[in-house]
């Protein structure tokens, strides 16, 4: 048997201990990994938790080292074992108070702030921990587990949990050797105490549990930090006593960030929150359910999230017979508290964007959305935002406030803006068929919508900008508005000409070519029409170019109930069938039919009115409830103003007095108490 002889210096640091030895006294050619082994083992060597082969630095530093763990792997870097070597080079007569050392991840800074004797205090720069991935779910034999995936110079899996009254070591052991890992990982398990001030506990790679870890520490008050649990600094409490931490630069690893995301989106992984729950975003998570993920829905509507986390469903498109079982498995629920952000990997937000009353945008419902957004916003998310608007929102508004902690777009985090295009009550059309546009601030957010929209929705058309996909929702309902305003002013025409508006369109409408036929109507009604193009009208007037199609046709739209009027006023005392902006829908706003019904009692009307859809409205300060349909035969004048398919129409034919019908709906009945538009 060879027997070698090894000096080494033996350093304790926070309850760590390290062999040090100088490379120059290593004997040449012998097996390291195999002399570490059997040098560290506390039954059979000397007992440590690494071995410090230390050198000359070269330039720029003062000294190197190459750690070898407790069981023979190589390890990048240690913060105790990088400390030891500062005071053995102190020791050895290296003048302080700054000590460089190079180390496998890189030159490390210290300052010496104590001496006494063998008794060394020192500070220590650990350079900027890396986030690479901010909420990851870690399979475990116990189920999954949100981890956050953390470079501090080595690998760190910083694990929040409540306490430790678990068997943390198991798990941490089972951790250090995941497949995910395949050149294993440190483990550090935390909580907060305070909002500066944790509690740590280790289990090392190639060491199993120690009592402290500078890198491991640094790594728990990163991930703490990036997910809103502590601010610097931090005072780290570990079995060998506490350690404080300054500092709040932390980086995030663009590659890594972007392919954890995408790997979780792709694999359901990936939670989902839904900003807004009407229309469109109950909708849309009901989708993303179906799909496989867990969709947290967030509304300030006490009543929405009560209806919503019993399975009932207030939205027409959405049947309570789907919306519950998707409740009971747990895959949506509703909460009016936005710190559930913090646990999230996309936010859609779908809150309303009215006009004022001057026309112009009214940003306060996006804004206030994104600020409580922004106070739970970490690394590693896509945002979404769905609600329409001018273009320029999404960078101009939204981005700034999501910048405001230090986080950047397309790196840190992925952005975009995605036109809803719900068409409430269309039975061939709902939101998992019809093509969604989406665009990114960065091509990166293109394609990270394009990824998410891809996993619930048939078809995603991604386009080059945020601003490319708000300008195509404006168009969209602009040329609705356009046409619309067109058919109207042919009926206010026609009327003049005592010519049949209807029989015009449909006789126009057999051209194969060059023709679309719109039709005129009471006025325009719903959250899309009657505002959407008033954005781009207000948005072109800023860069100076007045949209003289949009104020001409919001003109003549706007005149129509008072047309309407006009007819009814002319044929007299009224019940109103249908008051929803649209048919067979239960969404009254901006319906035409208000104004009508309103023109109607200034002008001395009794109103009554009947709608199986709306069982109830204010008007003008009084309440009034649906009636039967068979009150058509006492009103002096019926006015068709929603043409529902619930309705009979020969039967109400038959028993009006009069009818004003601005829907056409009853084309091919010939009766002179029928007034058309």
């Not at 789907?322 to 936005?338: N, Y």
């Not at 929209?453 to 969209?476: D, G, I």
Request: glycine fraction near 10%; include cysteine; charged fraction near 20%.
């Amino acid at each position: 048997m060879t027997m070698l002889k090894i000096p080494f210096l033996k350093a304790h640091g926070a309850k760590n201990d390290f062999l040090l030895t100088p490379v120059a006294d290593l004997p040449p050619g012998a097996p390291l990994a195999e002399l570490a082994r059997a040098l560290c083992d506390r039954h059979t060597g000397i007992g440590a938790d690494g071995w410090l082969h230390v050198s000359p630095g070269g330039e720029g530093a003062d000294g190197a080292i190459h750690l070898f763990n407790a069981d023979g792997s190589v390890a990048e870097i240690s913060g105790n074992g990088t400390r030891c070597a500062a005071a053995f080079l102190v020791h050895q007569g290296l003048q302080g108070p700054d000590v460089r050392i190079r180390t496998g991840a890189g030159l490390k800074h210290l300052r010496l702030l104590d001496h006494a004797g063998l008794h060394f205090t020192f500070e220590m720069n650990m350079g900027t921990p890396e986030i690479r991935a901010q909420h990851f779910s870690l399979p475990l034999s116990s189920g999954a587990r949100d981890v956050t995936l953390v470079w501090v110079g080595n690998p760190q899996c910083a694990v929040p949990v409540e306490n430790f009254d678990f068997d943390w070591r198991k798990m941490g052991s089972e951790i250090e050797t995941n497949p995910i890992f395949p050149d294993r990982t440190n483990v550090s398990f935390f909580r907060a105490r305070g909002r500066h001030a944790l509690e740590v506990v280790f289990f090392e790679r190639g060491a199993g549990e120690t009592f402290s870890s500078g890198t491991g520490s640094a790594g728990a008050v990163a991930a703490a930090i990036s997910r809103r649990m502590v601010e610097s600094p931090v005072t780290v409490h570990t079995p060998a006593g506490p350690l404080e931490i300054r500092g709040n630069n932390i980086q995030v690893d663009t590659e890594t960030t972007a392919r954890v995301l995408e790997e979780k989106i792709r694999t359901r992984q990936a939670k989902v929150g839904i900003v807004g729950l009407g229309y469109v975003g109950l909708p849309l998570a009901v989708e993303f359910a179906k799909a496989g993920f867990t969709v947290t829905g967030i509304d300030l509507s006490d009543s929405k999230i009560a209806r919503i986390n019993k399975g009932d469903s207030y939205v027409g498109d959405v049947p309570s017979a789907t919306l519950g079982p998707l409740v009971e498995s747990g895959k949506i629920k509703a909460t009016a508290d936005f710190s559930v952000i913090q646990d999230l990997d996309t936010v859609n937000i779908c809150v309303p964007t009215p006009l004022r009353k001057t026309k112009d945008p009214d940003m306060s419902y996006i804004v206030s959305a994104c600020g409580e957004i922004a106070k739970f916003f970490h690394p590693g998310m896509l945002v979404i935002l769905e609600s329409t608007t001018y273009p320029g929102t999404t960078d101009e508004v939204v981005l700034p406030m999501l910048e405001q902690g230090g986080l950047k777009v397309g790196k840190d985090f992925f952005l975009c803006f995605s036109p809803e295009r719900v068409d409430p009550g269309n039975a061939k059309y709902n939101t998992s068929n019809i093509p969604k546009v989406v665009g990114g601030t960065t091509p990166a957010c293109s394609e990270m919508g394009h990824v998410f929209y891809s996993q619930a929705l048939q078809k995603v058309v991604a386009v080059s900008s945020t601003q490319v996909a708000e300008m195509v929702k404006l168009l969209e309902n602009t040329f609705r508005m356009i046409n619309i305003g067109l058919a109207n002013e042919i009926a206010l025409m026609c009327d003049r000409m005592g010519i049949n508006v209807w029989e015009v369109i449909d006789a126009a409408a057999t051209k194969p070519f060059g023709f679309m036929p719109f039709y005129p109507g009471p006025g325009l009604g719903g959250h899309c029409i009657p505002i959407d193009p008033f954005y781009l009208s207000w948005k072109t007037k800023q860069a100076g170019i007045e949209a003289r199609f949009i104020e001409l046709a919001g003109y003549i739209n706007g005149q129509m109930p008072h047309f309407v009027v006009d007819k009814i006023q002319n044929a007299l005392n009224d019940h109103v069938l249908g008051v929803a902006y649209k048919k067979d829908i239960e969404d009254v706003r901006e319906s035409p039919a208000l104004d009508i019904m309103l023109l109607l009692k200034r002008r001395g009307a009794r109103i009554t009115f009947s709608d199986p859809h709306v069982a109830g409205l204010q008007l003008d300060g009084e309440k009034l409830s649906s009636e039967d349909v068979s009150e058509v035969a006492t009103a002096d004048c019926t006015v068709i103003v929603t043409d529902h398919s619930a309705f009979n129409y020969r039967k109400i034919a038959e028993q009006a007095k009069l009818i004003v019908d601005t829907r056409n709906a009853l084309k091919g009945i010939s009766s002179e108490k029928i007034v058309r538009l």
